[in-house]
């Protein structure tokens, strides 16, 4: 299981070490009064931006199905002197669960108080917040160790890039895949100059600007860690 909001996630549950949790959560959802197909206006209902804590938990199942449990929130806006303001108040009765298997997703509206109290805080006395991503320092220098790591994965390994940030750009070079341990994982290494390896062993030379590590978690790319190979 994971959580996530903005660099923020939740410890990974795994059936493995952590059964009887995610036992729990399945007998939440079984015990629902109702589960249907959520309307699109439903599937609507997810504040993004809610900064209250992690609204997205993720259960990866022991058949490889994966179940995705979201606070829903009615929506209130109103009129303000600068446009509209829109706030949100989580649902108490609902949640929306994603089901994942073989490659096909299906979202449902599930009716559970208990589970919607479960989602909305509870999860917090079964899993500790973690950090999803980091890497320090922020600026990177020429031969200077450098540490990425992150957890809250349920992904099987990460992959490390070196790009430029122009997505329009062919600068985008894969240097490693690093293995996850129980959703935990990390990376130490350098840049020692303006050529690098890729993961395939190719060489390849910078250019003379700004450059920065990216990781690829599952679908999801995070960056941070200027390179800065401008005066190099």
């Not at 959520?38 to 259960?59: D, F, K, Q, R, Y």
């Not at 006395?125 to 540490?147: R, W």
Request: glycine share 10%.
């Amino acid at each position: 299981m994971k959580g996530g909001l903005f660099s923020f996630a939740s410890k990974v549950l795994f059936p493995a070490r952590d059964g009887e949790i995610i036992e729990k959560i399945v007998q939440l959802i079984n015990s629902s009064t109702s589960k249907r197909e959520a309307t699109e206006n439903e599937m609507n209902e997810i504040w993004h931006g809610h900064g209250g804590g992690p609204i997205l938990l993720t259960v990866k199942l022991k058949d490889s199905e994966v179940i995705e449990l979201q606070t829903m929130w009615h929506y209130n806006s109103k009129t303000v002197p600068n446009g509209t303001e829109v706030t949100g108040t989580a649902y108490k009765d609902r949640v929306q669960m994603t089901v994942e298997s073989d490659g096909k997703k299906k979202v449902y509206t599930v009716s559970s108080e208990e589970l919607a109290t479960y989602v909305n805080k509870g999860w917090q006395d079964d899993m500790p917040s973690v950090i999803k991503f980091s890497i320090t320092p922020d600026i990177i220098k020429p031969g200077e160790k450098v540490s990425i790591s992150g957890d809250g994965s349920t992904e099987k390994e990460i992959l490390v890039y070196i790009s430029d940030g122009n997505s329009s750009s062919n600068e985008h070079y894969l240097i490693d895949k690093v293995p996850t341990d129980f959703g935990a994982w990390k990376w130490i290494g350098a840049i020692n100059g303006r050529t690098i390896k890729t993961f395939d062993g190719k060489e390849v030379r910078l250019g003379e600007g700004r450059y920065w590590f990216e990781v690829q978690i599952g679908s999801s790319r995070l960056s941070g860690g200027m390179i800065d190979l401008t005066s190099f």
